[in-house]
């Protein structure tokens, strides 16, 4: 989406009044280049292609069809939107896994451009073809190595987009043809998957690294994730679409505890503006083949079965990484936004506990309204707190309650409350100025003694007259 300027918006500029310029097409600013990475390890016998569909009218060259699929069929889990109006991917893709029982999956599909959500049976219909095309067009692909009878689907499927309208067919349906025939298993075809999949996004947002595990010794695994989302971001999911690779051999039960325990320390722990969209998904692929590159395992390596042993340990600290990874690149890219804060929460009981006090702080407008004018106004960010829901009684004592900012680069704090009163002579505001000018923030939230030592992380942005230009225009 590009919003187009106009006469109000010159005579607001020469009034002061800061507008949202979005690049040009295709184009990645400057200051975010620095997000990208130049190489990456990708998982073994994993393929990624894409091609163009048109599928929103104003998209005239950018590819917004992607594929991602294995050579050898897949382990999978999925996390999904908890948003009642759930779309129609998000529908089939968890009937394909319930089906399967996380089995057999052999690759995903993903188009930009139209959510296919809230689109009724029709909808559905279009999930179902979209899987049916990618399952087609790998049979031709790999011919007799892949079973042509069967006619249960085994590819999952992500849209992302505008809710409320029917998917282009006759546009996706040679496009998912035409990106499967132009796979590859580089970093520039993992980053043309990356870019193919944005909306709103203003840089493609990928990451990967290599683990080991306890039981392959002289084994190296590898994970990658791309994640797409630049609003409507909050927890429970948000139009955010990510999808993780992995190599190692993984059994989908395992994969699915993983998954989970990933999404609630990483995308469930970000918020950009406290909406929850239909269409959330992360999905993550499992397809065995760096151990059976190993050479104690040349014929049938086995997976990793249990989810309290140190092999599911290991995958478990590498997929919560770059989980992470991605779901705070989504904030550095929140729609409009010139802040990245990382809000903290130091004494709570437990990590749902920390994390309900931060999302309150996070979905805050007029905390988030408030970073933006580079202004320290703590009693926003209190209030916040006071009103979290979803607390045990005796968790937030105003008597205990601290507040600081604390500065990004080298970790200075400044007081702004200390157990409940105001600090002695107020505020230091110029020096909360400065802090404020910094593009990265901490907002240190002390609950007090007694409550226990459990510190939780949140990541959020700031709320821009930007935001609303684009939301505004989004459709157009």
């Not at 009642?84 to 029982?101: G, M």
């Not at 309208?165 to 990106?179: D, G, N």
């Not at 039960?253 to 959330?280: E, M, P, Q, R, Y």
Request: net charge neutral; hydrophobic share 35%; glycine share 10%.
């Amino acid at each position: 989406m590009t919003p187009r300027p106009n006469s109000q918006s010159f005579k607001n500029i020469a009034k002061g009044i800061r507008q949202y310029s979005a690049p040009a097409e295709g184009a990645i600013p400057a200051s975010k280049q620095r997000f990208i990475p130049t190489d990456a390890h990708i998982p073994k016998d994993y393929l990624f292609g894409t091609a163009y569909a048109g599928v929103k009218p104003s998209n005239k060259s950018n590819h917004d069809v992607a594929v991602v699929h294995s050579t050898a069929a897949c382990s999978a889990a999925s996390v999904f939107t908890q948003n009642r109006f759930q779309a129609a991917p998000v529908t089939v893709s968890r009937d394909i896994l319930d089906r399967r029982k996380g089995r057999g999956i052999k690759g995903i599909v993903i188009n930009s451009g139209c959510a296919n959500a809230v689109t009724g049976h029709g909808g559905l219909e279009d999930a179902k073809s979209m899987s049916s095309e990618l399952d087609h067009a790998l049979r031709q692909q790999e011919g007799a190595s892949m079973s042509s009878s069967s006619s249960e689907l085994s590819s999952l499927v992500m849209s992302t987009g505008v809710i409320g309208q029917r998917l282009p067919m006759p546009k996706i349906t040679p496009a998912i043809a035409a990106a499967t025939a132009a796979t590859g298993s580089t970093y520039d075809a993992f980053h043309r998957v990356a870019r193919a999949i944005c909306t709103t996004d203003t840089f493609p947002k990928l990451a990967s690294r290599t683990f080991t595990l306890p039981s392959f010794p002289g084994s190296t695994f590898a994970i990658c994730g791309t994640a797409k989302g630049a609003g409507m971001i909050h927890p429970n999911m948000a139009t955010l679409l990510g999808l993780l690779c992995t190599d190692a051999p993984v059994a989908p039960n395992v994969l699915s505890s993983v998954l989970k325990s990933a999404v609630d320390k990483s995308f469930n722990c970000i918020s950009i503006d406290g909406d929850t969209s239909t269409n959330d998904t992360v999905s993550l692929l499992a397809n065995g083949a760096g151990a059976r590159a190993s050479p104690l395992y040349k014929s049938a390596p086995p997976e990793i079965t249990d989810a309290d042993s140190g092999d599911a340990q290991a995958l478990s600290e590498a997929v919560t990484d770059i989980a992470g990874q991605l779901a705070r690149l989504v904030v550095r890219d929140g729609e409009g936004a010139t802040k990245f804060v990382t809000i903290r929460v130091a004494g709570a009981p437990d990590h749902y506990s920390g994390r309900q006090i931060a999302s309150s702080v996070a979905r805050s407008p007029l905390v988030k309204t408030a970073l933006y004018g580079k202004d320290a106004n703590w009693g926003r960010i209190l209030c916040a707190v006071g009103y979290t829901d979803g607390l045990a009684e005796g968790i937030i004592d105003p008597s205990k309650v601290s507040v600081s900012f604390v500065r990004e680069a080298d970790g200075e704090e400044l007081r702004l409350l200390v157990d409940g009163e105001p600090v002695a002579g107020g505020v230091d505001e110029e020096k909360a100025g400065r802090m404020l000018q910094d593009e990265e923030l901490q907002i240190l939230i002390r609950l007090g003694e007694g409550n226990g030592g459990e510190e939780v992380r949140f990541w959020t942005c700031d709320l821009s007259h930007e935001y609303v230009t684009i939301n505004g225009d989004y459709r157009t």
